[in-house]
């Protein structure tokens, strides 16, 4: 680890996994730290969300020195450390911040708000901060945001704020379905086949009304002419991903690339089936967006 003195650290503290890093008084990342500790882990209340922090970060921590922990993610949620409020869209990402209670003297954590939207209801917490990290970034930024992940969520941004936004469960549903529906039988665990992956988002943009009848077709094709599972498991993520796309990409006028932020392999298979539409985007990197967007909030 650097010998700069850590001056604040950001966590993105979501349902399964906590990822934190040490900051510099100049916001340059003097390490990181990973742990499974996320929300669904800790059922036992505030202070098992403080010793979980503790446990993972005790290696950064100065003796008479206390730091700063700014969060974001599932942590502010009613079941976390402390209920974070929304924000209500439109609105200016991630500008409020509610205070943990703690026991120790070594940190001070502030919890930043996620972003609620009424009509049609939807919530989001995490990705708010990536996207003040992209405004952060580029502050007269406007276009259209994919965040994919379990809940993919696709955003409106222009003038500084976060104008409209929905969330799609394509992530979570693929993992339904892989592992808990008739198609396990059929789905390797793991592997890519990229053309039968562009095939499949091909024909859900062509036939979106089809998805169910098409995703057991999986099933009678393995049955009856042996498909292959890695191909089975690129179709059903085409499908449902091309599901995704045909929705919200009938809605979309702009000829501007669309911005991507997530994990980069989740982010590349967006990017490959925007691309086979003809459809250009621009990718930021996860850890870029979360770190500037908690830069922010400290402001």
Avoid at 45 to 71: C, H, M, Y
Avoid at 98 to 127: C, N, W, Y
Avoid at 244 to 254: A, T
Avoid at 257 to 275: H, K
Wanted: hydrophobic share 40%.
């Amino acid at each position: 680890m650097s010998t700069t003195p850590i001056e604040w650290i950001a966590a993105d503290w979501g349902t399964t996994n906590l990822r934190c890093w040490a900051m510099s008084a100049t916001d340059a990342v003097l390490d990181r730290a990973q742990s499974d500790q996320g929300m669904s882990a800790i059922t036992s209340g505030n202070g098992d969300f403080e010793t979980a922090l503790l446990e993972l970060i005790k290696p950064w921590l100065q003796s008479g020195k206390r730091i700063p922990v700014s969060a974001c993610g599932m942590v502010g949620a009613k079941q976390g450390w402390i209920e974070a409020p929304y924000a209500l869209a439109p609105c200016a990402p991630t500008t409020e911040r509610v205070t943990a209670p703690t026991q120790s003297q070594d940190i001070e954590v502030f919890i930043h708000a996620g972003v609620k939207q009424l009509a049609p209801s939807d919530v989001m917490r995490g990705e708010e901060t990536q996207i003040a990290g992209l405004l952060a970034k580029s502050p007269h930024f406007s276009g259209l945001v994919c965040l994919p992940g379990t809940h993919t969520k696709w955003a409106a941004v222009s003038n500084g704020h976060l104008q409209f936004f929905n969330t799609y469960l394509t992530g979570e549903l693929f993992t339904l379905l892989a592992e808990q529906s008739v198609l396990r039988l059929t789905l390797a665990k793991d592997g890519w086949n990229e053309p039968a992956f562009l095939e499949a988002v091909k024909a859900a943009i062509e036939s979106p009304e089809s998805l169910l009848s098409t995703c057991f077709s999986l099933r009678a094709e393995a049955l009856l002419n042996h498909l292959d599972g890695i191909e089975a498991r690129s179709r059903l993520s085409g499908y449902l991903i091309g599901q995704e796309l045909s929705n919200v990409l009938k809605e979309v006028k702009s000829t501007e690339p669309i911005t991507l932020i997530g994990s980069e392999s989740l982010v590349e298979i967006y990017r490959v089936a925007l691309n086979s539409l003809g459809i250009s985007s621009e990718t930021i990197p996860n850890e870029t967006a979360i770190l500037a967007g908690l830069a922010t909030g400290r402001d």
